[in-house]
């Protein structure tokens, strides 16, 4: 599958943003979907995921209350709505893929398809 993120951009702190990723190849049901970040100078870091019909989602305690995650299997995409963003949130943000997971996973090692990454930038 071919993953392809956008909607990051420069915004104030306290501000929104809303990424997307769209998928094409197989079936987008088939797939749990991550969102990940990396900051400079830092490990990639588990943000948000859900299941593959978006029954269940989970949500780093970083963004808790802040982000949602949500997913439209007919349209191949999952989106990341960010509300009350920090500076701390600046990051390049990566949406990924788990073909067949029967568990929804936090750890990057199990995702077997990235998008290429957008940047996010929260001024203070």
């Known amino acids: 599958v071919q993953l392809q993120a956008f909607g990051g951009g420069l915004v104030q702190a306290g501000g929104s943003l809303r990424l997307s990723c769209t998928a094409s190849g197989r079936p987008f049901s088939n797939y749990v979907m991550g969102w990940f970040r990396q900051a400079p100078g830092k490990e990639r870091e588990f943000v948000a995921s859900?299941?593959?019909?978006?029954?269940?989602?989970y949500y780093a305690d970083s963004v808790k209350g802040r982000f949602t995650i949500s997913r439209d299997n007919a349209k191949n995409t999952v989106t990341l709505r960010m509300n009350a963003l920090k500076p701390e949130d600046t990051a390049v943000y990566y949406c990924?893929?788990?073909?067949?997971?029967?568990?929804?996973?936090?750890?990057?090692?199990?995702?077997?398809?990235w998008g290429q990454g957008t940047l996010v930038t929260v001024s203070s």
């Open positions: 990924a893929a788990d073909y067949g997971a029967a568990m929804v996973s936090v750890d990057p090692v199990v995702y077997d398809y």
């Open positions: 859900i299941s593959w019909n978006g029954g269940r989602t």
